[in-house]
């Protein structure tokens, strides 16, 4: 089997094949889900705009709040991405490592990967990235569900394809064969697609590809019979137009071997037996089935009460039309006997309908977590302050689970691709200039204190006066509480940042969400502490109960207040202004000492 059979095997399957079997009861369509959920993200019907009488049906869209829902509570951005050292000789190289890897999230851009990640998580259950190494960049991106062509029960088992739409200057910058490029683009030039075959838009300036990865026979690479039972991660692209009435139009663009697969599918809370999880769109199919089923019987009702609809038995009528043939103050002459009269349409079972309509309501905030203290709506009249509050914790704990597996994921993630591109870019010996807050400020003047130390003493020998250990301490911590800008430098030994973090991967641990807790309460119980700390002076000195506000300020975010404002102080560019504040060196790091705690 060549790879153009290949594919459009897996297409056929995909598109046409019968829903899996999950169970005796349950099955799964792959791309009818994709299709519904695609749909109704859009406030669309999947029966279509109108009825049968030609009416347009309403929308009353319910699983985008959901969505915005889940996305904002299982919420991961760059500063969440933490290396913790396994032991205390490693503290330094993993606080600096993660300084250095946030430099790098901010130059690539990386925070926009996570945010549209996280969403395509939140509405459908299950995102696919792709990771690709080019002209030294690394180049992130999620795959929508429209363009995926993948095996419905086993991800990773079989090949991924891709199709990809490109205008012919598009398709010619690509390193592909130049001549098979020219040939493709003079045979056909398609119209864009969505999963199910249908049209996306009028323009049919666009040539559609094939990206395929995955482990393959060798053969398709060497064209050898003997190949065919030895395997390789491989990627090709093809070029194929199916003909009614004479042979398929089949090219080879590109083909050859690759290190790793460069898809990686991550779920919120994996299902077993099938590759799309369920997301909050999902979880949502019948309520908002049945939302949208009671909104068009209301707005039926509703029309029906709004018409003036008239009954005579007098022939003179026949044929008139109340709008358009009868001006205002028009006097109607009818025959002894026969009356003119208004008929009864108004409205008769409205508050049914609207009770039946809360109740799925309700019972898709109950589905999908998206009770009022969650979505910041006011709780109803008379509930009390604590029983919201509990709601609300409730409510999080399906989400404390969901956002820790996003972040198990996105550790698999930087440990196969993120970090390894990221060392190969740390070649250079330039600053990293960075701006802490709270514990990682404290943590690292405590590390840097050392080099601060031997500063003190070279400067001092150049002078008469040879300060104390109690008046360099003065000095340090003078010029710490100027600034919360360090520059760190790789130390002589090390030539490179490259050379720095050689092995860090392996030396330090990715921690990003942490475990399961709810932050409200965690800043509660150190507050109380730290009420206790300064009630009890004798017991607990100012060093203690800085660190304690620290660590207070540290979970409620630097963003929202920083240590060097408790401290009284407000330098220039303490909070991140564009200068660079005076005794920006203090603490820099890459000194002799110092080094050996980095190593």
Sequence with gaps: MNIFQIIKKQEQNLLFGKPIKIGKYAEHDHTEKVSTITAYLNSQHISGKRDSQGREKPFLNIVIVAAYVWYKLTNISRRHIKFRAPNSKKRLKALVATLKLREWMNKKNFGQWLNKWGWTLSCYGSAVSKFIEKDGKLIPSVISWDRMICDPVDFDGNPKIEKIYYTPAQLRQQPYNPDRIEEAIKSFKDIRENIDGEDIDVSNEYIGVYEVHGNLPLSLLTDREEDENIYRQQMHVVFIIQNENSEDTEISLYRGKEEKDPYVITHLLEQEGRTLSIGAVESNFDPQWMVNDMAKKTLDQFEIASKLV????????????????????????????????????????????????????????????????????????????????????????????????????????????????????????????AILYGEELEEFDKLALPANLQKQIML????????????????????????????????????????????????????????????????????????????????????????????????????????????????????????????????????????????
């Design 460 to 599: 001092s020998l150049k002078k008469d006066h040879i300060p104390t250990q109690e008046e360099m301490m003065s000095i340090i911590d003078e010029e710490n509480r100027e600034t919360n800008v360090r520059v760190i430098t790789p130390s002589k030994g090390d030539k490179t940042w490259k050379d720095v973090f050689k092995d860090f991967e392996w030396d330090v641990e990715i921690d990003i969400t942490g475990e399961s807790r709810d932050k409200s309460a965690v800043i509660t119980s150190l507050d109380t502490l730290f009420q206790r700390m300064i009630a009890d002076p004798e017991a607990f000195g100012p060093e203690d109960r800085r660190r304690m506000m620290n660590k207070i300020i540290d979970e409620i975010g630097p963003d929202v207040i920083s240590p060097l404002q408790i401290k009284g102080i407000s330098p220039q560019g303490a909070t991140g202004g564009e200068s660079i504040p005076r005794g920006m060196d203090t603490g820099q790091v890459g000194m002799p000492e110092l080094t050996e705690q980095l190593r």
């Design 310 to 433: 008239m009954q005579t038995s007098d022939p003179n009528f026949v044929g008139k039309n109340y709008l358009k043939d009868f001006d205002t103050g028009f006097v109607a002459v009818h025959e002894e006997g026969k009356p003119l009269n208004a008929m009864n349409n108004q409205s008769h079972d409205i508050p049914q309908i609207m009770s039946f309509l809360d109740l799925w309501k309700q019972q898709s905030r109950e589905i999908s977590g998206s009770h009022e203290s969650v979505t910041g709506q006011t709780l109803p009249s008379g509930t009390p302050y604590r029983l919201g509050m509990m709601l609300n914790q409730e409510a999080r704990g399906l989400f404390d689970v969901f956002r820790e597996n996003k972040g198990l994921s996105l550790e698999y993630i930087l440990r196969t691709h993120v970090i390894p591109h990221f060392k190969k870019t740390l070649k250079t010996t330039d600053e990293l200039v």
